[in-house]
């Protein structure tokens, strides 16, 4: 069973960084679609950036702030994360889509920006 574990969350003023990880247990294979999604309390998840058959993708709110990148080597995903936001406080969460629909979820990283 693949598990994918996150990492790199914590506490930061406003103006600062995180890097976030994504590190899966074992090699994927048909790997269509990887994705960092957000969740605050009483909201739903929503995207926050993804990398797509080479193209990436991100929400509107992160961009020039936010970048999704991936290391095959080490099965691995981050989302470096600059200029944080109060608003960006949330749980974290990577997930990985296949080419046969099934997905796998991260167990979430806490993020919290204050101001």
């Known amino acids: 069973q693949v598990q994918l574990v996150e990492s790199g969350g914590g506490l930061v003023q406003a103006g600062g960084s995180l890097r976030l990880s994504c590190a899966a247990s074992?090699?994927?294979?048909?790997?269509?679609?990887i994705g960092w999604y957000r969740q605050a309390p009483g909201t739903q998840r929503d995207l926050v950036a993804a990398?797509?058959?080479?193209?990436?993708i991100y929400a509107d709110s992160v961009k020039g702030r936010f970048t999704i990148s991936r290391d095959n080597a080490k099965n691995t995903v981050y989302l470096q994360m600059n200029s944080l936001k109060p608003e960006d406080t949330a749980v974290y969460y990577c997930?990985?889509?296949?080419?046969?629909?099934?997905?796998?979820w991260g167990q979430g990283t806490q993020v919290t920006v204050s101001s």
């Open positions: 074992q090699n994927i294979f048909g790997i269509t679609t």
């Open positions: 997930k990985i889509s296949l080419i046969t629909q099934y997905e796998y």
């Open positions: 990398i797509s058959s080479g193209t990436t």
